[in-house]
């Protein structure tokens, strides 16, 4: 178990190749965390809400392996797919940093480009970031802000 990331380009689809994934095994993330959070690079939000099922009528089973729902029903599940999108998706309109919760919760929230762009201006002015990527010991931080940087060019991330 643990925590996979996984760059997306411009378009929302997933980039392909493995310079355009992290894994972090979920004993190591919490090591990231702590040096992000040290460097100033997070933000403590609340984790969202997605919207509920009954909400818009639907139960998990209508979302089972070959059910055929009616046009209304699929309507509505067109409907709360959109809803659930946007909550993955959302961001700050002016983030200071990547909300905490987009990193632990696996369920795929996207850590947009404004959100890591925050966050790496943040580290760059630490007076500390001139030996935090030098190769000695676990290579983990210096991999780690490659794919960040990489991520920041193209379209975010999201953590599954």
Do not use: C
Request: hydrophobic share 40%; aromatic share 12%.
């Amino acid at each position: 178990m643990g925590y996979d990331m996984y760059i997306q380009n411009p378009d929302g689809k997933l980039a392909e190749g493995d310079e355009n994934s992290f894994r972090f095994a979920w004993t190591a993330l919490p090591r990231t965390l702590d040096a992000m959070a040290n460097f100033g690079m997070l933000t403590e939000l609340p984790v969202p809400s997605v919207p509920p099922l009954t909400a818009y009528g639907l139960t998990a089973q209508d979302f089972g392996h070959g059910v055929q729902p009616d046009q209304a029903t699929a309507n509505r599940i067109a409907e709360y797919r959109v809803a659930y999108q946007a909550v993955m998706d959302a961001a700050e309109p002016q983030p200071t940093g990547i909300p905490t919760y987009k990193l632990q919760v696996n369920v795929g929230f996207l850590v947009s480009v404004a959100e890591i762009s925050a966050a790496l201006t943040t580290y760059q002015a630490h007076p500390n970031v001139d030996i935090a990527e030098m190769p000695m010991g676990d290579s983990t931080w210096r991999h780690w802000m490659a794919f960040l940087r990489r991520a920041q060019t193209r379209g975010g991330f999201r953590t599954y």
